[in-house]
């Protein structure tokens, strides 16, 4: 960060604490939350039945930031942080690295403090995602293919120009923005048993388990990673921060590498225990939060609700709050999540079929489809291969059914139509 000057309002640090005093205490969470008050909304907790009775919980609450304001949580500690600097830094403008949503908070910030903001995104960034950023102010730049490497860009060009750096998640003031979530949900779920929250770089966690703990040390804090970028688990079980080689999830929200040293230090206090949850999960609770609870949510902001649902964590009997992170999603990548969650739940088919008469068989099938109580969610001429007969045309279609045996009995209904067969199926 780019120093000097004099600063908009005193640090909450006082040096009187002494050398063992938290990074991060109960009082920067509450001073945060008064910062942002007029910022970002208090975002409702929804009680599911559906979910509580999936998991075995006694009660499930989703913490809602998907509908904060830039669909995420990430405002919260980008104002707190930006309100705070000083004249000089204001001046000499923000520059940040982000796989979306911490830029569209920055950006944001940006906006309403009237400092110039550059944020740089890897190429993995959802393209909602840019323009989101774009539209509330700020420069773009995209460089790096993972997270790490525009970090790495945005640091050095801090260096050169002078920007003040913004970090995501290992910074004091951010991690004491994300707190506040957690004060919200004592007060919207004072009786509260464990709360979910997804890690990436850690500090949404690392400010909830703060604000939670401070004020009942035995909520139980889990945080929740994908498979394909599960570095918390180990860095806390072995007391050191593990790095991983490479990430691979759909879950671009948090698909860090790493913990840093302040988001580390904290979730080593705060965090009971990380479970790692497949793509597959992932996708499964984004399609269920969008059937169930009407809710859109991106992988990252789906990976806790995936947590509650897999059978790696016994919440039996207690009342949990799953954190809704966030909810900025492509509608075609939500689609394609939706549709392997269908798959997953045993209720989506894709088959190919073999027909006599093309295109006048289309009518038949969809009329089948639909007669069965089913869904036709693509019909399309495929390219020849190896398994059709060179007399008829080879189709592939997507079907939406109640399961298995629902998808079944639309199958059986299709290959009983004159001049159809079906080639082959999936749907398990």
Not at 118 to 123: D, G, K, L, M, N
Not at 145 to 163: F, K, N, P, Q, V
Not at 357 to 366: L, M, N, Y
Request: glycine share 10%; net charge negative; aromatic share 4%.
């Amino acid at each position: 960060m780019s120093g000097g000057g004099e600063r908009s309002e005193p640090p909450e640090r006082d040096a009187s604490n002494g050398p063992d005093r938290a990074p991060v205490t109960i009082e920067d969470v509450e001073a945060a939350r008064e910062r942002i008050a007029d910022v970002v909304h208090c975002t409702p907790l929804d009680t599911s039945r559906t979910f509580a009775g999936l998991s075995g919980a006694a009660s499930i609450g989703l913490k809602l930031e998907n509908v904060q304001r830039t669909g995420s949580f990430k405002i919260r500690g980008a104002y707190n942080k930006m309100a705070r600097l000083s004249t000089d830094e204001r001046e000499a403008g923000v520059i940040s690295a982000s796989a979306g949503n911490h830029a569209q908070g920055v950006a944001l910030a940006g906006d309403m403090l009237d400092i110039d903001t550059t944020i740089v995104v890897p190429e993995v960034t959802p393209a909602a995602k840019i323009e989101a950023t774009r539209g509330y102010g700020a420069a773009v730049v995209v460089e790096g293919d993972i997270y790490e490497r525009s970090y790495e860009h945005a640091l050095d060009r801090a260096a050169e120009t002078g920007e003040t750096f913004v970090h995501p998640f290992d910074d004091e003031a951010i991690v004491a923005g994300q707190g506040t979530v957690g004060l919200e949900l004592l007060e919207q779920y004072p009786d509260v048993d464990a709360v979910l929250v997804a890690i990436g770089g850690g500090g949404l966690i690392s400010g909830i388990g703060t604000a939670l703990k401070a004020r009942d040390p035995d909520i139980r804090v889990i945080g929740v990673q994908p498979e394909g970028a599960a570095h918390a688990k180990p860095s806390l079980e072995r007391g050191e921060i593990r790095e991983l080689a490479a990430v691979d999830t759909v879950a671009e929200g948090i698909a860090d590498t790493r913990m840093l040293e302040t988001t580390f230090a904290i979730a080593r206090e705060v965090v009971d225990g990380v479970v790692s949850v497949s793509d597959r999960e992932i996708a499964t609770a984004v399609t269920l939060l969008a059937e169930r609870a009407k809710t859109v949510a991106e992988g990252a902001g789906a990976a806790p609700l995936a947590a509650a649902l897999s059978d790696d964590l016994d919440l039996e009997g207690e009342r949990v709050a799953v954190v809704v992170s966030g909810g900025n999603v492509d509608l075609t990548e939500h689609a394609e999540l939706t549709r392997t969650g269908l798959h997953e739940l045993g209720r989506y088919a894709e088959a190919r079929l073999a027909v006599d008469a093309w295109p006048t068989t289309v009518g038949d099938v969809a009329e089948t489809v639909e007669a069965e109580g089913a869904e036709l969610d693509a019909f399309e001429r495929a390219r020849r291969t190896s398994v059709d007969h060179p007399n008829r045309t080879p189709v592939t279609i997507g079907i939406e059914g109640s399961g298995p045996d629902h998808l079944n009995g639309v199958l059986e209904a299709l290959a009983a139509l004159d001049g159809v067969s079906v080639v082959e199926h999936s749907f398990e």
